[in-house]
């Protein structure tokens, strides 16, 4: 069992308020639906449209991590071991693929998409979440890792 600090759960809550602030002012004043991997797709493809509003999302995305390292370093998630560049480049090439294949991310399925009520976003959170506690399940219970 995980024992959360208040401290912990009241970052958890401010974070994703501030995120679900940023989705509803990008939908509310831009139209545009906060899916992170549409965001920056848009913003690397040759071509890509809207590439102003793009780069300010995603130099608020880094900007937002990096004041926070400088602000409050305690906030930020403990060091991790490095699983090696071979495990993150088939881990990205999954999750982008995941991203195209289910035509959004997480953040544009599961926060913005669920709160439009849209069908193909529920299964697609009920699919990543159910994938996420079954490889949880897999790393502590099955190979005895501790998952983080």
Known sequence: M?????????????????????????LGLNGRIAG?????????????EGRPWRGAFAAGLLAGGLLLALLAPEALPR???????????LAGLLVGYG??????????????GLARLSRRSLAA??????????????VRHLLGGDGS
């Open 2 to 26: 995980i024992a959360l600090e208040s401290s912990e759960i009241l970052l958890a809550a401010a974070g994703g308020a501030l995120i679900g602030l940023a989705a509803a002012l990008l």
């Open 36 to 48: 992170v991997s549409s965001i920056l797709g848009g913003l690397l493809a040759p071509g890509g």
């Open 125 to 138: 959170t009920a699919t990543f979440m159910a994938s996420a506690l079954a490889t949880v399940a897999v």
């Open 79 to 89: 060091q991790q071991e490095f699983p090696g560049l071979p495990v993150l480049l």
């Open 99 to 112: 991203a195209a294949l289910a035509r959004g991310c997480t953040s544009g399925h599961g926060i913005c």
